[in-house]
């Protein structure tokens, strides 16, 4: 079935470090990819989706691009803040229907001043 | 708009034990969803709705596992004699629906679930 793998954490970075979180998936067809973010004590929230190969999602700094050939969706941000400290789920539905999303396990990012 | 709302936040009940959780989600959405989240995992889809009806369920949803949404708004999920297995935090999400378009799902804060 389909599947997604991610980076296990914590990662923990200094404010304004480069940030890379992998996530690569098994599907079959072209499935939809997505970033969710969770806060501490917050709920889950979308944070970007790509829905074709090639596709870039990107919001808050963040950026995605689906990678069909490699079969990846990797997070990544340029500087980050400590108001980035979340975990970071990676997550793809089948494109069509209800989009119902499968998760990754999570990656934990700690930043620090 | 106060967003998708999940009581109770926490339950602590005895193995053998029944349970509900409620979900209020957002007014206008007409889909809502359950997923369960354990430790050091990322969320698992249960079952959703669209408007009162059950469209979709996951074998993760056993016999003991039933979700109901009587009026197309607030939903329900009960978990009859409750197992240890079943401690996990239970996710409730709403969106607005129809087609085969993609719409974004808003998640609740989750209710925690202890079963000792």
């Known amino acids: 079935g389909d599947s997604v793998t991610q980076m296990e954490g914590p990662v923990t970075l200094s404010e304004e470090a480069f940030l890379t979180i992998n996530c690569t998936y098994t599907?079959?067809?072209?499935?939809?990819l997505f970033w969710y973010v969770q806060y501490p004590g917050e709920g889950l929230q979308l944070l970007l989706k790509a829905t074709k190969a090639d596709d870039k999602g990107s919001n808050k700094g963040f950026e995605a691009t689906y990678r069909k050939e490699t079969t990846s969706f990797h997070l990544e941000k340029g500087s980050v803040q400590v108001s980035d400290s979340a975990v970071y789920f990676c997550a793809l539905s089948a494109s069509g229907g209800s989009y119902i999303p499968t998760f990754g396990r999570g990656t934990s990012l700690i930043v620090h001043p | 708009d106060t967003g998708v709302s999940q009581n109770p936040r926490h339950k602590i009940t005895k193995r053998g034990q029944n349970v509900t959780f409620r979900c209020d989600p957002i007014s206008e959405h007409n889909r809502l969803y359950w997923y369960r989240q354990t430790l050091g995992q990322g969320p698992e889809f249960l079952t959703y709705?669209?408007?009162?009806?059950?469209?979709?369920k996951s074998r993760l949803l056993s016999d003991r596992f039933s979700a109901e949404r009587p009026k197309g708004s607030f939903s329900t999920l009960e978990i009859q004699r409750t197992e240890q297995g079943d401690s996990a935090m239970y996710l409730c999400?709403?969106?607005?629906?129809?087609?085969?378009?993609?719409?974004?799902?808003?998640f609740g804060p989750g209710t925690r679930l202890t079963v000792t």
């Open positions: 599907a079959t067809g072209y499935p939809s």
């Open positions: 999400a709403s969106s607005l629906g129809g087609g085969t378009g993609f719409y974004e799902q808003y």
């Open positions: 709705f669209q408007n009162e009806a059950q469209l979709e």
